[in-house]
């Protein structure tokens, strides 16, 4: 919005386009892990960092792993909720061929926002198996410098044994019934 609006009115829509497009594919989100694409509301991919061969191409029916129409949800829901709303899908990872999306598809969720001036849907999104691991590793690392007293400590094991967090950093990543075995 900042550029085209300190642009508009001075400069031609195409080239305000181009330096919209090249700033938001330059962007990257969540550590590095996120980025930004844009489809119009007649579901053409205008840009995306990562199916540059796509550009151009109606993904009216572009389909995910669970039988979604993805372009069709970023555009209903953008324009449904002009401040922007979520989308859940299934989309391959960037380093897998975009061509096996369906095969190898991990569930995201993603924010898309339509963009009046271009008639343009703005969406970035994560992969939900990656911001769970963030939100896991965040916690745990708040739980481990929680302590009571000069020797009391609190530790965490998943369900299935295996040591998150511990005082004893050598028995983190171990199986908790494979060390009584061992004791």
Request: glycine share 8%; net charge neutral.
């Amino acid at each position: 919005v900042a550029i085209h609006n300190g642009m508009a009115g001075r400069f031609p829509d195409k080239e305000i386009q181009q330096v919209i497009i090249r700033a938001l594919m330059a962007e990257r989100l969540l550590d590095g892990r996120g980025y930004y694409w844009i489809h119009d509301t007649s579901y053409r991919l205008i840009a995306h960092p990562y199916r540059p061969e796509s550009i151009g191409r109606n993904d009216f029916d572009l389909t995910d792993t669970q039988g979604q129409k993805i372009a069709q949800s970023f555009v209903r829901t953008a324009t449904d909720y002009p401040e922007g709303g979520f989308v859940n899908y299934y989309w391959s990872r960037p380093e897998d061929d975009e061509r096996y999306h369906i095969e190898k598809g991990q569930q995201k969720i993603a924010y898309v926002k339509y963009f009046a001036p271009y008639t343009w849907i703005i969406g970035a999104g994560d992969y939900v198996a990656d911001a769970d691991n963030i939100a896991r590793e965040a916690a745990i690392r708040r739980i481990a410098a929680v302590s009571y007293g000069n020797k009391g400590y609190v530790f965490i094991h998943t369900k299935e044994g295996i040591c998150l967090n511990h005082a004893n950093k050598e028995v983190i990543g171990k199986n908790r019934w494979e060390l009584r075995k061992e004791a």
